[in-house]
């Protein structure tokens, strides 16, 4: 059984994973066929095209790897639920936009598994809190 040398977590966006810099300058030392990280990645989060995906990569004393992905940040999905490019400089007094009930339990829903929440409740508290500390107001 191959032994884990190294951990690394990367943030890509989904299905346009290329050997060039962050990516390469990242995954070259670590010994790894880069073009074959590109491919699986890409492969496998084609229908996620737009989001952006953490990617938890496990490299081997052979030289093997292995990835998980995961959900995309809680912001992202924030973002997307409500059709704006960003979040506010100076959250506590400007604001961009309010998130609804429907769409907090939408985001808190789709995020769930990467959460430490035992159930949806929660899970809409803490996607609240990143709502709130982005200049979101939660109705």
Do not use: C, H, W
């Not at 992905?69 to 100076?90: D, E, Q, T, V, W």
Request: without cysteine.
């Amino acid at each position: 059984m191959a032994e884990i040398v190294k951990k690394i977590k990367l943030q890509i966006p989904a299905g346009k994973a290329t050997p060039a810099p962050p990516i390469g300058t990242v995954l070259g030392p670590a010994g790894i066929n880069i073009g074959d990280f590109v491919n699986q990645f890409n492969d496998q989060t084609r229908e996620m095209m737009g989001d952006i995906i953490p990617v938890k990569l496990f490299i081997y004393d052979d030289r093997s790897f292995t990835f998980t992905l995961n959900k995309p940040p809680a912001s992202r999905l924030i973002l997307k639920a409500l059709g704006i490019p960003k979040g506010s400089g100076k959250p506590n007094t400007s604001k961009v936009g309010k998130l609804t009930q429907e769409q907090l339990t939408a985001v808190a829903t789709e995020k769930m598994e990467d959460l430490n929440a035992k159930d949806i409740e929660q899970a809409k508290k803490v996607i609240a809190g990143t709502a709130r500390s982005m200049g979101v107001d939660v109705e």
